[in-house]
C-alpha cells in the first residue's frame, strides 16, 4: 500500500496532515504516535470507515477509492480492532460466517476454521461459545476470521493489550510467519520494547503529521518515545523505598460475590490487606473478574459488609458517596460513559465525583461552580490535558487526555485510598510515564494505591507487591521483585484460581 499526502478534517481539527506512508509486501510496519496523533484516522481511511478530504491510495500500483470495510476486504485489506466484535452468544462458527461474504455451509466452514487456526498456531474450536471463551481465544477468532478472508495487509491496533505474555509470543509468531509468506502487517502499539522485537521499520505521527521514519530494532524504547513527543520522556522512579508501611486502608476478606449477568464473572474468595505507603498490582486478562472487583470495592455492587473494610470500617453495603467521604477515591476502566458524563463540562464532571468529598464544593447543598472550574484548571495544568479550548466537554478530548484528566481529578485529592482499574488504557507514553509516577509518588505520601492493570510493563514499573486474577480468583500478593513474567503469565492462565482456594 502507499498513501500519498493523505489528509482528514474535522471541523477546525486537521486530524491527518498529507500524510505519506508505504507499506511493503512481507513487512511488518509499526505506526507509533501519541494520542490524538492521528493513527485511528489514518488506518480507518485505510480500511475505509473514512472517507480522506484529500490525497490518494495506491493499491498494488492502482489508484483506489476505498468507500466502506467490504470494499477494504475485497481488495485484500484485513484488521483486528482492539475492541472486539463478537456475538458473546453466538458460536466460533456463527460470528466468522457472519463476517464472510460467502461462508458456505457451517459445517465445512467450521472444518476451514480448525484448519487454518491449527496451521497458523491459533487453535479454535468452532462449537464453542464466544460468551465462554477467554479474552485471548477471542482475539483468534478475529485473527482467523481475517485470516480466512485472506488477506494482503493486516491492520492490528493494540494487539497484545489483553495477552498473556505466552499468548503474545504465540502471536508473535504468527506475524512473523504471515510476513515471511509475503503478507504485510501494519502494526500499531504503546508497547515499544515489542515494536522493537517484531516491526520491521516504524513511522511516527505527531500532531497529523508524519515526522520521522525509523529501523526500530535500531532504537530503544527510550528513542522511539522521544520521536513521539519530540522530547524525552521522564523515566519513572520507584527508588524511594517503603519506609515503615502504615496501617492496612483497604481489607478484603474472602469477598465473594456471584455473576450478576450470564456473561459476568464470579468472585471467589478473594482476600487482601493494602497498607498505606505501598501500591499492589493486580495483574489479568480482560474479563476474568476486574470489572466485578472494582465495582464490589467502588461501592457500585454492594456486597456483605464484614468483605471490605476502608481503614479498619465494614463498610460492604455503604455506599460509594459513603466512601469517598472516608477519603476514597475510584477511577473505573471505561473513562467515557463511567469515568465522566460525555456531554458535561470538565468542572461539572469534577462536581460527580468530588461534590460530597472536603474539597469545599458544595455547602448547604448549593454548588460552587468558580470552585469546580478552579479544580479542573489545576489538573489541566498539572496532568497536561490537552483540550482545543477552556473547560469543555468531556467528550471533545482525545482518549489519553481524557484519561488524563479522570485520573488526575481523584489525584488531585490526595486520597488516603486510590483505586484504579486499568490507569494508563490506551494512552501515550509520555502520559503513561506521568500517570505512573503520580500513583507512586502517592503511595510514597502514605496512602495506599491499588492499580488493575493488563499491561505487565506498568506492573512491574510500578507495584510494591503484585497479585493476579484469574476467573474470580485471586493469588496472594507476592512482593514485585520475587515475580517474573513468566510467572504472572503462568498465574493469569489460570493459576490463581488454586491460591485462591487456599487463601
Known amino acids: 500500500m502507499d498513501a500519498r499526502a493523505l489528509t482528514k478534517r474535522f471541523g477546525d481539527i486537521l486530524a491527518n496532515d498529507r500524510v505519506d506512508l508505504v507499506i511493503n509486501k512481507g513487512e511488518i510496519h509499526a505506526l507509533l504516535g501519541e494520542n490524538g496523533a492521528g493513527k485511528s484516522t489514518l488506518v480507518k481511511m485505510f480500511y475505509g470507515s473514512l472517507e480522506p478530504d484529500g490525497g490518494e491510495i495506491l493499491w498494488q500500483g492502482n489508484r483506489v477509492k476505498i468507500d466502506n470495510p467490504a470494499t477494504a476486504r475485497e481488495l485484500g485489506i484485513g484488521m483486528v480492532f482492539q475492541h472486539f466484535s463478537l456475538f458473546e452468544a453466538l458460536t466460533v462458527v456463527e460470528n466468522i460466517a457472519l463476517a464472510l461474504p460467502n461462508p458456505g455451509r457451517m459445517a465445512d466452514l467450521a472444518k476451514r476454521i480448525e484448519a487454518v487456526s491449527k496451521d497458523y498456531g491459533l487453535p479454535l474450536t468452532p462449537t464453542d461459545v464466544v460468551a465462554d471463551l477467554p479474552v485471548g481465544i477471542r482475539q483468534r477468532i478475529e485473527i482467523v476470521r481475517c485470516l480466512l478472508q485472506e488477506p494482503r495487509l493486516i491492520i492490528m491496533d493494540e494487539p497484545t493489550s489483553v495477552l498473556t505474555p505466552q499468548e503474545a509470543d504465540r502471536l508473535f509468531l504468527t506475524l512473523q510467519r504471515l510476513a515471511k509468506e509475503g503478507c504485510a502487517v501494519l502494526y500499531i502499539s504503546h508497547r515499544l520494547e515489542e515494536v522493537k522485537r517484531i516491526c520491521h521499520h516504524a513511522t511516527i505521527l505527531r500532531h497529523g503529521q508524519v515526522v520521522r521514519e525509523c529501523d526500530p530494532t535500531k532504537e530503544t524504547p527510550a528513542s522511539l518515545a522521544s520521536m513521539m513527543v519530540g522530547a524525552d520522556v521522564a523515566a519513572v522512579s520507584a527508588s524511594e523505598k517503603k519506609a515503615n508501611l502504615g496501617g492496612v486502608r483497604l481489607g478484603l476478606k474472602n469477598l465473594s460475590a456471584p455473576a450478576a449477568t450470564p456473561f459476568a464473572t464470579a468472585l471467589n474468595k478473594i482476600s487482601l490487606d493494602l497498607r498505606a505507603g505501598e501500591v499492589v498490582a493486580i495483574a489479568g486478562v480482560a474479563g476474568n473478574g476486574q470489572g466485578e472487583l472494582f465495582d464490589a470495592i467502588s461501592g457500585e455492587r454492594p456486597v456483605r459488609s464484614f468483605m471490605i473494610e476502608i481503614d479498619g470500617t465494614a463498610c460492604g453495603t455503604k455506599s460509594i458517596t459513603w466512601r469517598r467521604r472516608q477519603n476514597a477515591a475510584f477511577v473505573p476502566e471505561e473513562r467515557l460513559g463511567h469515568g465522566a458524563v460525555p456531554g458535561m463540562l470538565l468542572s461539572q464532571n469534577v462536581v460527580l465525583t468530588r461534590h460530597a468529598t472536603s474539597d469545599g464544593l458544595s455547602w448547604g447543598g ?138
Do not use: C
Not at 412 to 429: E, F
Not at 457 to 467: C, G, L, N, Q, V
Not at 478 to 497: D, N, Q
Open 366 to 503: 448549593l454548588v460552587s461552580l468558580p470552585k469546580a472550574v478552579s479544580i479542573q484548571e489545576r489538573i489541566k495544568r498539572d496532568f497536561d490535558v490537552r483540550m482545543s479550548h477552556d473547560n469543555p466537554e468531556a467528550r471533545s478530548l482525545s482518549g489519553g487526555n481524557l484519561q488524563k484528566f479522570v485520573v488526575g481529578r481523584e489525584l488531585d485529592r490526595k486520597p488516603g485510598l486510590l483505586v484504579v482499574d486499568q490507569p494508563t488504557w490506551g494512552v501515550d507514553a509520555g502520559a503513561a510515564a506521568l500517570i505512573r509516577q503520580a500513583l507512586i509518588d502517592l503511595a510514597r505520601s502514605g496512602s495506599a494505591v491499588l492499580a488493575i492493570s493488563q499491561d505487565l510493563d506498568e506492573i512491574f514499573e510500578i507495584a510494591d507487591r503484585i497479585a493476579v486474577i484469574s476467573r474470580g480468583y485471586l493469588s496472594e500478593a507476592e512482593p514485585a521483585e520475587k515475580m517474573t513474567r513468566e510467572r504472572v503469565g503462568l498465574l493469569m492462565a489460570g493459576g490463581a484460581e488454586t491460591q485462591g482456594d487456599v487463601a
